[in-house]
T-cell receptor, first 110, second 112 residues
Framework: AQRVTQPEKLLSVFKGAPVELKCNYS??????LFWYVQYSRQRLQLLLRHISRESIKGFTADLNKGETSFHLKKPFAQEEDSAMYYC????????????FGKGTLLTVNP | NAGVMQNPRHLVRRRGQEARLRCSPM?????VYWYRQLPEEGLKFMVYLQKENIIDESGMPKERFSAEFPKEGPSILRIQQVVRGDSAAYFC??????????FGPGTRLTVL
C-alpha cells in the first residue's frame, strides 16, 4: 500500500532563510506527486505537481525516485508562505484518489 | 466560477443522530471525491463518485456511512447514528476529468 510521510509536524524559519519541507513516499510503481497548501482560513489548493516541473511562488520540488522523496524547497522564505503544507501521492489507476501526508505547518518569522 | 461549495461549514450532532454533508462541485466537473481528516492526521480518501455512480468506496467505513451523487443536485455524504469518533473535518473535491482536484472549504463535524 502507498504511504506518504512528512516527518516534520512544525517548521519555523526566519524571513529570507531557505526552507525545505520534507516528503518521503513508499510505492512500488511510478507515482505522481503533489504539494498542496492551505493558508489560514482558506481551502486546500494545489501548489505544484512533479510532472509540471515548474516553480510556483518560488517553490520547487524534485522527485527523487532513488530516495523516494519529493521535498519542497524555497531559497528565500517570505512571511506570506506561512501555511500548512501537504504532500500527496497519486498511485495511478482509474480513480485518481490521493494519499496525503499528515502535513507540515510552516511558520515564517519576521 | 464559485469553486467547490460545501455546507454546512460546521455541524454539531449528538451521538446517535444523523449527519448530512453536502458538496456542490465546480461547474462542469463530473468527478467528486470525499476525504476525511481526523485531528492531527492527513486527509484520508473515503469515496469517489461520478454522476449517479459510486466508482470507488474503498475508504468508506463499512457501516453507517453512505454517499451519493445524484443526476441533479449536490453530492451527499451521510453518516447515520454518529459517534464521537466521527468528529472530523470532511473535505470534498471535484475534478473535470481525471486530473487536478479542486477542494471545498470542508465541513467540521463535532459529535457531542
Amino acid at each position: 500500500a502507498q504511504r506518504v510521510t512528512q516527518p516534520e509536524k512544525l517548521l519555523s524559519v526566519f524571513k529570507g532563510a531557505p526552507v525545505e519541507l520534507k516528503c518521503n513516499y513508499s510505492y512500488s510503481g511510478s507515482p505522481e506527486l503533489f504539494w498542496y497548501v492551505q493558508y489560514s482560513r482558506q481551502r486546500l489548493q494545489l501548489l505544484l505537481r512533479h510532472i509540471s516541473r515548474e516553480s510556483i511562488k518560488g517553490f520547487t520540488a524534485d522527485l527523487n525516485k532513488g530516495e523516494t522523496s519529493f521535498h519542497l524547497k524555497k531559497p528565500f522564505a517570505q512571511e506570506e508562505d506561512s501555511a500548512m503544507y501537504y504532500c500527496a501521492l497519486y498511485s495511478g489507476g482509474s480513480n485518481y484518489k490521493l494519499t496525503f501526508g499528515k502535513g507540515t505547518l510552516l511558520t515564517v518569522n519576521p | 466560477n464559485a469553486g467547490v461549495m460545501q455546507n454546512p461549514r460546521h455541524l454539531v450532532r449528538r451521538r446517535g443522530q444523523e449527519a448530512r454533508l453536502r458538496c456542490s462541485p465546480m461547474k462542469g466537473h463530473s468527478h467528486v471525491y470525499w476525504y476525511r481528516q481526523l485531528p492531527e492526521e492527513g486527509l484520508k480518501f473515503m469515496v469517489y463518485l461520478q454522476k449517479e455512480n459510486i466508482i470507488d468506496e474503498s475508504g468508506m467505513p463499512k457501516e453507517r456511512f453512505s454517499a451519493e451523487f445524484p443526476k441533479e443536485g449536490p453530492s451527499i455524504l451521510r453518516i447515520q447514528q454518529v459517534v464521537r469518533g466521527d468528529s472530523a473535518a470532511y473535505f470534498c473535491a471535484s475534478s473535470p476529468i481525471l486530473n487536478e482536484q479542486f477542494f471545498g472549504p470542508g465541513t467540521r463535524l463535532t459529535v457531542l
